[in-house]
């Protein structure tokens, strides 16, 4: 069945420090792939996607992913955290298969240190 | 553009009683989708409409009825409001052609509260 994992429900870091959440995905065909980012009481809110192409994609706020087949996953990076970073973040496959659904992890809670 | 919008922002019900949550998108988009987030369990499909006239089932629909009014609307209706029903709501949409497929975009969220 497909699925997404991230494995890290809270992360907590120091603001400046380096950033990197992991994300696993479960699906057969080629994967479409997305982070959003979530802060209190708050929508989603799109941090960047990968279709194709380059394995690693840029996105708003300094935030980066890169896409690995072979371990089928896709972490987002950021080099210095900024304390309004603060925030949930989801990763999300879209089915291709026809269906057009979407299947999110569990999310990941991230925590800034002054 | 409004983007997508949600009504109400906050509900309190009682056990049994009924509501519609409205969802309407201002960007021509042909998907639009339900979801319910509690904590811990990230966010999961109650139900979608791929296009105008079609819904489906999604994760976790019991207790739950959905209208797509036309392409702009989308509405989710609980018959007999549960206290397990309790949790935010969002609604989103997506555009999508034939082989391609584009992020979801998301309304701010209902926060359902049923005693």
């Known amino acids: 069945a497909q699925s997404v994992t991230q494995p890290d429900i809270h992360i907590t870091v120091s603001e400046g420090a380096s950033l990197e959440l992991r994300c696993n995905y479960s699906?057969?065909?080629?994967?479409?792939l997305f982070w959003y980012v979530q802060s209190p009481g708050q929508g989603l809110q799109l941090l960047l996607k990968?279709?194709?192409?380059?394995?690693l994609v840029q996105g708003i706020k300094g935030f980066e992913a890169e896409f690995k087949r072979s371990q089928s996953s896709f972490n987002l990076r950021k080099p210095s955290v900024h304390w309004s970073d603060a925030a949930e973040y989801f990763c999300?496959?879209?089915?291709?298969?026809?269906?057009?659904?979407?299947?999110f992890g569990t999310g990941t809670r991230l925590k800034v240190l002054a | 553009n409004a983007g997508v919008t949600q009504t109400p922002k906050f509900q309190v019900l009682k056990t049994g009683q009924s509501m519609t949550l409205q969802c309407a998108q201002d960007?021509?988009?042909?998907?639009m989708y339900w979801y319910r987030q509690d904590p811990g369990m990230g966010l999961r499909l109650i139900y979608y409409?791929?296009?105008?006239?079609?819904?489906d089932k999604g994760e976790v629909p019991n207790g739950y009825n959905v209208s797509r009014l036309n392409k702009r609307e989308f509405s989710l209706r609980l018959e007999s409001a549960a206290p397990s029903q309790t949790s935010v709501y969002f609604c989103?949409?997506?555009?999508?052609?034939?082989?391609?497929?584009?992020?979801?975009?998301f309304g701010p969220g209902t926060r359902l509260t049923v005693l």
């Open positions: 960007m021509n988009h042909n998907s």
């Open positions: 989103a949409s997506s555009y999508w052609t034939s082989g391609t497929y584009n992020e979801q975009f």
């Open positions: 409409s791929a296009s105008e006239g079609t819904t």
């Open positions: 990968y279709f194709s192409g380059d394995t």
């Open positions: 999300a496959v879209v089915l291709t298969s026809g269906t057009y659904k979407y299947i």
């Open positions: 699906y057969g065909a080629t994967p479409y």
